[in-house]
Structure formats: structure tokens, C-alpha cells
């Protein structure tokens, strides 16, 4: 069963008198538990991509059904409602808010959510151990290390148990030692059966994911299974 | 209902972080709501007391009474025609008193100032009233000790005396005033009674605590030359109702005592308490004006002030509201938000003027007797909450609106 399914996805930028084309023509079906990476060079559209599958951004033209519901159609607090129950985003720049410590920030969906204060205290804070930060829970962004704050983050994204991770280069801004970490947590997800979309520029980031879609210009240039895909080993984590 | 309140909660919670978050520019935008609401409740309070004051004044005062007199009491601009009236005698008195059929009460007063002692205490300058004992019944008078002059002791010219409460507080710390003898101007005179406390501060001269009554032919015989000095007629109507036809009355005797003719002015005035009361209502006036201006200014600029601010912090969170968003913010939820931000500071604002107009008027209190109401702790919470709903609703609704996706790219 598909959980995404666009199809002709045209999103057009208009800048002062010229329109840029982000993306073109997209058409992707991604099933449930799938793990999917998306590539390509710096503007080829993998950002607009996302946001579109994201419900953060609607496309100029095209079709774009989630989980069967037609998204196209859907007014600002439906979009928010989408986002907030069955979207789990995790960022490059990680995103967390600042002056709140991680229990807050993996908070903040639940609360948009209006689950109550005691059952949302303890699904937070679960959320957290499961990425491996018992011991952070407390802490700020500023005293957490880059590879801890995408942990909070990505806690923040699974807190709400979404249909489908996004996240756009979510191992940019991190060493290749700290990254290979935060890989071997989205293996873990995906493994639970969670459905993850990942844009990254690194092959070897790519190889983890079970399928690869290659964009270009706004359109899709290659859209294949991973042959040879790369199963990080669990003993190769050390959080704290 | 129940998410309606858990959003409306969860608001203020993330309201209340941010607003701790950045502490100095809460407090900064706070000034303004502080000044503006220490004005508008030490107006209303300095109002309030005013009034009691006046209040309870008039009533000691009675205010069915007409004092006849060379001199209009509250106009001052024909002061030189004033001036040249012919004075009003005892001889007028006697005349007006046969006459009239309508007062309750008709009293000769006339006034002079002398220094009261009693050993080593002493009062300089204190209000003598000369009078004949119908006077208090042109009063409302209560004793808290011993009684008012008898006709006897009037008509006599005895060295008898009234004492205000005030004077007694100070001559007899002890509150033994009744018998003694005391020294005014020099002259011995025995305390035959002392007045409650009766008047207050807003009736100046008139405040009958810090006067001393004796009879009028004492003043006469001591400290004021009979053939000089010009006299008041208090004359008092039977009931409020009957003021204006005693007014009448009153006014058509004196033309005949005076030998006045239908084509000259009167040579004298008819005296009010209203006329004070307008003189009050003016000054009361003032102050509103002034205190609403100054409210009305600081709130403005406090309101503009939280407005810019507001719009900065949406700008500096631009990136935070994005992500705020992308988790499943609704446009109502970030809307909420930044409305509590701003009208939680202005309330705080509020609150801190508001206390520090119940200190300052503890303050003001010794000169001027204040009265806090509860109105002016309702006036300064709702006035403060709307000026941040106010002050906080356009910048509240650029967050709002603002683009998920631009939102995260601000940088
Ligand atoms: N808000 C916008 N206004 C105008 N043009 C935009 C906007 N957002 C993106 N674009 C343009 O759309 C194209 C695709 O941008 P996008 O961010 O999706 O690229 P990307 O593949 O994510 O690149 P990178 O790898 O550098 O992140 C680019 O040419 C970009 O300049
Ligand atoms: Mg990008």
C-alpha cells in the first residue's frame, strides 16, 4: 500500500519577473516501510521535494495523495493537523528551540497535539531514552553536542509515532564518526517498521537506504533498489 | 471545550517561557503599561478621597445652610465692588431674624484668629468662632464631650468655650478638656464642650476640628471692635426642599433691612455650600483630565512600544515559529501565543503599577487623605490586558501567517 503518491509535482519559484523551476514533473509511489534516499546536485529540488511530501509547502500543479487522502485539496489547519500526527521532520540545522531543554522540545508535537501534560511528560521522555539520551534529558541545545541535539531531534520526530520520517541531510552538519551514529539510529527506526525518506549528498550516506531517487533539473533522473545496501553493525554506537 | 482550554493553557505556558527567556526586554516593555496604570489608579483613588472627604465635610457643614454675607464666598472677579459694600451689622442680624418666617435656624457669625493655650501647649492662629447658640443648630454637631453654649451664657458674653477635636488632640493630648480653663488670646475661658470629630481637611478654614466657638459678644468684648467688623448671617431652612424658597425669603428681608430700591444690585451676597461643591467638582476635574491624559500618553507609548517589540520577537523567532509549524503548529496556536506574550507582559506590567500605586498612595495619604478602591484594581487589570491585546494583535498576526518554508530558510 502506498503511503505517498505524487504525481506530475511541478513546483514553479517566481523571482521578481523569472520563474524558477524547482521541481518539474515528479511522480514517486513510496510504500509503507520503505526507506528511501533521495540524491542529487545543489538545486536540483530535493529540498522543495521534501517539503512538499511534508505538507510544509504545495505544489504549483500535480496530484499528491497521503495514506489515500488527497493533500492538494487540504486547507492550512488540516496541513497542520497532517504535519503534526503523521510527519516526523528532522532537519540539517537540527531546528530544536533554543531556550527549552530536550524534554520540551520533543514535547512541543505532543502538546500541539493536546495530549495531556502527565501521558505527554512520559511519551517525551521515552522518546528520548529511546534515542539514547536518558541522561539529557534536562539539558539545552547549547549544552548538548551536535550528534545529541539531531538525537532530540529525531526523538521529536518520533514522538508522535508519524507514518513517515523526512529528513533533509539530517548528517550534514555532522562528522562522518557522529553521522555513521545517526545513520545507525534510522536504521534502528526503519527496522521497527517506520517508513523513512532521506536526502543527503553523500553516497555512502545513501547506501544505507533500501532504494535511491536521483534528481535533476526538477525531474527525476534514476529512481532504483540498492544493490549492495549497507547494514550498519549495532555495536558500532557509543552515545554518550 | 477541552482542547479549547488545553490550547489556551499551553499558550500561556509557552508564552510564559518566552517571556522568561528574554527577561530585560519584558521588562523594558513593561514600563510603559507601569506607568500608565500607577497613574490611572492613584487618579481614581486621589478622587475617591477627595469626594469622602467632601462628602463628609458638607454633611458637618449641613447643607440646607445659606450664609448671607458682604462677600461672595466663590466669585472673584467683582471684588473691587465687594470691597465698597456697606458691612453687615448685629442691627441687620436682629432686623433679619424678626422677619424671617421660614429658616429652622438664623446664627450672627463672626470670626477672628487667636492663640489658643492651655499650659505649655499651644495652637497659634486658630479659627475663632463668635456666635449666639442658635449656631449649632445651623450645624450638624455631635459632642463627645459636654454640650454646646446655652442662650444664657450667649447673651451674657461669658468666657465660655466650643472646642473642635483637633484643638482638644492638641491642648489635652489626655482628652481632659471638659472645665479646664483655657487661655485664648490671652483670656481665660472655661471648655464647655468638645465637638466630634467632624469635618475633614478639604473644608480649609470651614473645618470645624480645628476651630474654637464662643459666644459672639465675647469675640465682640475681646477681640473684635461691634462698630468694625462685618458679620455672616447662617441661616438655616427646615428641610433641604425648602432651601430655595428660604433663599427667597432671605434675599427679599435683606433688600428691605438694607433700604435697598428695585433698581439697585444687592449689597450682599447669599452663600452656598454648592458653590464649593462646584469649586471641588473643578478641581476634580483637573485632575481626571490631567490623569487620563498622562494615561492615556504612557499607555499609548507603552502599547507601541510592546508593539515594536512584539514585532522584533517575531522577527528574531522567525525561524522558531517555522519550526513551531512544521511540528503542527495551527496559525491560532502561534497567534495565541504571541497574544498572551504581549498581554502577559502588560498585565505584569499592570500589576507591579498597581502595587506600586497602592504604596504611593500610602504616601500621599499623609497629605491628602486617598481612598483605594476595588474598581481601580478591576480598572488597572483590564485596562493593562487590553492594551497587550491591542499592542500584540498585528504582530501576532504576521506570525501567524507567516510561511512554514520561508519561516525555516530565515536565517
Ligand atoms: N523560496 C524560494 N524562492 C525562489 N527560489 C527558490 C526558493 N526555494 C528554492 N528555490 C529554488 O529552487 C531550486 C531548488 O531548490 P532546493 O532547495 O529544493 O534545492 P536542493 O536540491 O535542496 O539543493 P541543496 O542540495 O543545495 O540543498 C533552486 O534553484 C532554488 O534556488
Ligand atoms: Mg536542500
Given at each position: 500500500m502506498n503511503i505517498i503518491n505524487i504525481e506530475h509535482i511541478a513546483k514553479v519559484y517566481q523571482v521578481g519577473f523569472e520563474e524558477v523551476h524547482a521541481l518539474r514533473d515528479v511522480s514517486i509511489r513510496i510504500d509503507k516501510n520503505e526507506y528511501v534516499a533521495i540524491m542529487g546536485p545543489s538545486g536540483s529540488g530535493k529540498s522543495t521535494l521534501m517539503n512538499v511530501l511534508g505538507c510544509l509547502d504545495t505544489p504549483t500543479s500535480g496530484k499528491y495523495d497521503f495514506n489515500n487522502q488527497n493533500?492538494?485539496?487540504?486547507?492550512d489547519n488540516q496541513l497542520a493537523k497532517i504535519r503534526n500526527k503523521e510527519i516526523g521532520f528532522v532537519f540539517q540545522t537540527f531546528?530544536?528551540?533554543?531556550?527549552?531543554d530536550a524534554l520540551h522540545n520533543v514535547e512541543l508535537p505532543l502538546i500541539y497535539a493536546g495530549v495531556p501534560t502527565a501521558e505527554r511528560k512520559e511519551r517525551a521522555k521515552q522518546a528520548l531514552i529511546d534515542v539514547g539520551l536518558e541522561n539529557r534529558i534536562h539539558h539545552k541545545p547549547n549544552e548538548l553536542s551536535g550528534g545529541q541535539r539531531q538525537r532530540v531531534a529525531i526523538a521529536r520526530a518520533l514522538v508522535t509515532n508519524p507514518s513517515i520520517i523526512l529528513a533533509d541531510e539530517?548528517?550534514?552538519?555532522?562528522d562522518s564518526k557522529t553521522g555513521e551514529e545517526i545513520m545507525l539510529l534510522f536504521n534502528e527506526i526503519h527496522c521497527k517498521g517506520n517508513t523513512i525518506i532521506l536526502v543527503t549528498h553523500e553516497e555512502y550516506i545513501a547506501e544505507h537506504a533500501a532504494r535511491i531517487v536521483r534528481l535533476k533539473d526538477g525531474l527525476v533522473e534514476s529512481d532504483e533498489k540498492v544493490l549492495n545496501r549497507y547494514i550498519p553493525k549495532l555495536n558500532s554506537a557509543n552515545v554518550n | 471545550m477541552y482542547t479549547i482550554l488545553f490550547e489556551i493553557r499551553e499558550s500561556l505556558l509557552i508564552a510564559l517561557r518566552a517571556i522568561r527567556a528574554n527577561k530585560m526586554r519584558s521588562i523594558l516593555t513593561m514600563l510603559g503599561i507601569f506607568i500608565g496604570v500607577t497613574v490611572v489608579v492613584l487618579m481614581s483613588t486621589a478622587i475617591k478621597g477627595i469626594d469622602n472627604a467632601f462628602q463628609t465635610g458638607m454633611s458637618a457643614l449641613g447643607s440646607d445652610v445659606l450664609y448671607i454675607d458682604k462677600?461672595?464666598?466663590?466669585?472673584?472677579?467683582e471684588w473691587w465692588k465687594m470691597r465698597n459694600r456697606r458691612r453687615i451689622d448685629m442691627n441687620d442680624f436682629y432686623a433679619f431674624k424678626e422677619q424671617a418666617?421660614?429658616?429652622l435656624a438664623v446664627a450672627p457669625v463672626i470670626n477672628s484668629r487667636q492663640t489658643v493655650k492651655f499650659g505649655d501647649n499651644r495652637i497659634e492662629n486658630v479659627f475663632l468662632n463668635g456666635s449666639n447658640?442658635?449656631?449649632?443648630?445651623t450645624t450638624n454637631f455631635t459632642f463627645s464631650m459636654g454640650r454646646f453654649y446655652s442662650e444664657i451664657e450667649s447673651n451674657s458674653a461669658r468666657h465660655v468655650a466650643v472646642i473642635g477635636s483637633d484643638v482638644s488632640n492638641t491642648l489635652f493630648p489626655r482628652g481632659d478638656a471638659l472645665d479646664k480653663e483655657i487661655k485664648i488670646g490671652g483670656v481665660n475661658f472655661r471648655v464647655v464642650g468638645v465637638l466630634d470629630?467632624?469635618?475633614?481637611?478639604?473644608?480649609?478654614?470651614?473645618?470645624?476640628?480645628?476651630q474654637v466657638f464662643i459666644p459672639i459678644g465675647t469675640i465682640f468684648k475681646n477681640f473684635q471692635n461691634q462698630s468694625f467688623g462685618t458679620i455672616t448671617i447662617n441661616v438655616r431652612a427646615a428641610n433641604p426642599l425648602l432651601l430655595e424658597e428660604t433663599k427667597i425669603e432671605a434675599e427679599g428681608i435683606m433688600r428691605k433691612i438694607r433700604g435697598l430700591t428695585f433698581n439697585e444690585e444687592n449689597d450682599f451676597s447669599i452663600n452656598q455650600q454648592e458653590g464649593l461643591a462646584s469649586q471641588i467638582d473643578q478641581t476634580v476635574g483637573v485632575i481626571q483630565f490631567v490623569g487620563f491624559f498622562i494615561t492615556g500618553l504612557s499607555l499609548f507609548v507603552g502599547a507601541v512600544g510592546i508593539m515594536n517589540i512584539m514585532f522584533v520577537s517575531v522577527k528574531e523567532r522567525t525561524k522558531e515559529i517555522g519550526v513551531r509549524k512544521a511540528i503542527g503548529a495551527k496559525r491560532r496556536t502561534i497567534l495565541g501565543q504571541f497574544l498572551f506574550e504581549s498581554s502577559t507582559i502588560c498585565l505584569a506590567g499592570g500589576l507591579v503599577g498597581l502595587i506600586a500605586a497602592l504604596l504611593l498612595s500610602k504616601i500621599v495619604n499623609q497629605f491628602l487623605p486617598t481612598s483605594v478602591q476595588w474598581d481601580a484594581v478591576v480598572i488597572a487589570i483590564v485596562v493593562s490586558l487590553i492594551t497587550g491585546l491591542i499592542a500584540g494583535i498585528a504582530p501576532a498576526y504576521t506570525a501567524a501567517k507567516l510561511d512554514p518554508v520561508e519561516a525555516l530558510r530565515y536565517e
Amino acid at each position: 500500500m502506498n503511503i505517498i503518491n505524487i504525481e506530475h509535482i511541478a513546483k514553479v519559484y517566481q523571482v521578481g519577473f523569472e520563474e524558477v523551476h524547482a521541481l518539474r514533473d515528479v511522480s514517486i509511489r513510496i510504500d509503507k516501510n520503505e526507506y528511501v534516499a533521495i540524491m542529487g546536485p545543489s538545486g536540483s529540488g530535493k529540498s522543495t521535494l521534501m517539503n512538499v511530501l511534508g505538507c510544509l509547502d504545495t505544489p504549483t500543479s500535480g496530484k499528491y495523495d497521503f495514506n489515500n487522502q488527497n493533500v492538494s485539496e487540504m486547507n492550512d489547519n488540516q496541513l497542520a493537523k497532517i504535519r503534526n500526527k503523521e510527519i516526523g521532520f528532522v532537519f540539517q540545522t537540527f531546528n530544536l528551540l533554543p531556550r527549552s531543554d530536550a524534554l520540551h522540545n520533543v514535547e512541543l508535537p505532543l502538546i500541539y497535539a493536546g495530549v495531556p501534560t502527565a501521558e505527554r511528560k512520559e511519551r517525551a521522555k521515552q522518546a528520548l531514552i529511546d534515542v539514547g539520551l536518558e541522561n539529557r534529558i534536562h539539558h539545552k541545545p547549547n549544552e548538548l553536542s551536535g550528534g545529541q541535539r539531531q538525537r532530540v531531534a529525531i526523538a521529536r520526530a518520533l514522538v508522535t509515532n508519524p507514518s513517515i520520517i523526512l529528513a533533509d541531510e539530517p548528517t550534514g552538519n555532522l562528522d562522518s564518526k557522529t553521522g555513521e551514529e545517526i545513520m545507525l539510529l534510522f536504521n534502528e527506526i526503519h527496522c521497527k517498521g517506520n517508513t523513512i525518506i532521506l536526502v543527503t549528498h553523500e553516497e555512502y550516506i545513501a547506501e544505507h537506504a533500501a532504494r535511491i531517487v536521483r534528481l535533476k533539473d526538477g525531474l527525476v533522473e534514476s529512481d532504483e533498489k540498492v544493490l549492495n545496501r549497507y547494514i550498519p553493525k549495532l555495536n558500532s554506537a557509543n552515545v554518550n | 471545550m477541552y482542547t479549547i482550554l488545553f490550547e489556551i493553557r499551553e499558550s500561556l505556558l509557552i508564552a510564559l517561557r518566552a517571556i522568561r527567556a528574554n527577561k530585560m526586554r519584558s521588562i523594558l516593555t513593561m514600563l510603559g503599561i507601569f506607568i500608565g496604570v500607577t497613574v490611572v489608579v492613584l487618579m481614581s483613588t486621589a478622587i475617591k478621597g477627595i469626594d469622602n472627604a467632601f462628602q463628609t465635610g458638607m454633611s458637618a457643614l449641613g447643607s440646607d445652610v445659606l450664609y448671607i454675607d458682604k462677600w461672595a464666598w466663590f466669585e472673584h472677579d467683582e471684588w473691587w465692588k465687594m470691597r465698597n459694600r456697606r458691612r453687615i451689622d448685629m442691627n441687620d442680624f436682629y432686623a433679619f431674624k424678626e422677619q424671617a418666617k421660614l429658616p429652622l435656624a438664623v446664627a450672627p457669625v463672626i470670626n477672628s484668629r487667636q492663640t489658643v493655650k492651655f499650659g505649655d501647649n499651644r495652637i497659634e492662629n486658630v479659627f475663632l468662632n463668635g456666635s449666639n447658640s442658635d449656631y449649632v443648630q445651623t450645624t450638624n454637631f455631635t459632642f463627645s464631650m459636654g454640650r454646646f453654649y446655652s442662650e444664657i451664657e450667649s447673651n451674657s458674653a461669658r468666657h465660655v468655650a466650643v472646642i473642635g477635636s483637633d484643638v482638644s488632640n492638641t491642648l489635652f493630648p489626655r482628652g481632659d478638656a471638659l472645665d479646664k480653663e483655657i487661655k485664648i488670646g490671652g483670656v481665660n475661658f472655661r471648655v464647655v464642650g468638645v465637638l466630634d470629630e467632624q469635618g475633614s481637611w478639604i473644608l480649609g478654614n470651614f473645618n470645624p476640628d480645628k476651630q474654637v466657638f464662643i459666644p459672639i459678644g465675647t469675640i465682640f468684648k475681646n477681640f473684635q471692635n461691634q462698630s468694625f467688623g462685618t458679620i455672616t448671617i447662617n441661616v438655616r431652612a427646615a428641610n433641604p426642599l425648602l432651601l430655595e424658597e428660604t433663599k427667597i425669603e432671605a434675599e427679599g428681608i435683606m433688600r428691605k433691612i438694607r433700604g435697598l430700591t428695585f433698581n439697585e444690585e444687592n449689597d450682599f451676597s447669599i452663600n452656598q455650600q454648592e458653590g464649593l461643591a462646584s469649586q471641588i467638582d473643578q478641581t476634580v476635574g483637573v485632575i481626571q483630565f490631567v490623569g487620563f491624559f498622562i494615561t492615556g500618553l504612557s499607555l499609548f507609548v507603552g502599547a507601541v512600544g510592546i508593539m515594536n517589540i512584539m514585532f522584533v520577537s517575531v522577527k528574531e523567532r522567525t525561524k522558531e515559529i517555522g519550526v513551531r509549524k512544521a511540528i503542527g503548529a495551527k496559525r491560532r496556536t502561534i497567534l495565541g501565543q504571541f497574544l498572551f506574550e504581549s498581554s502577559t507582559i502588560c498585565l505584569a506590567g499592570g500589576l507591579v503599577g498597581l502595587i506600586a500605586a497602592l504604596l504611593l498612595s500610602k504616601i500621599v495619604n499623609q497629605f491628602l487623605p486617598t481612598s483605594v478602591q476595588w474598581d481601580a484594581v478591576v480598572i488597572a487589570i483590564v485596562v493593562s490586558l487590553i492594551t497587550g491585546l491591542i499592542a500584540g494583535i498585528a504582530p501576532a498576526y504576521t506570525a501567524a501567517k507567516l510561511d512554514p518554508v520561508e519561516a525555516l530558510r530565515y536565517e
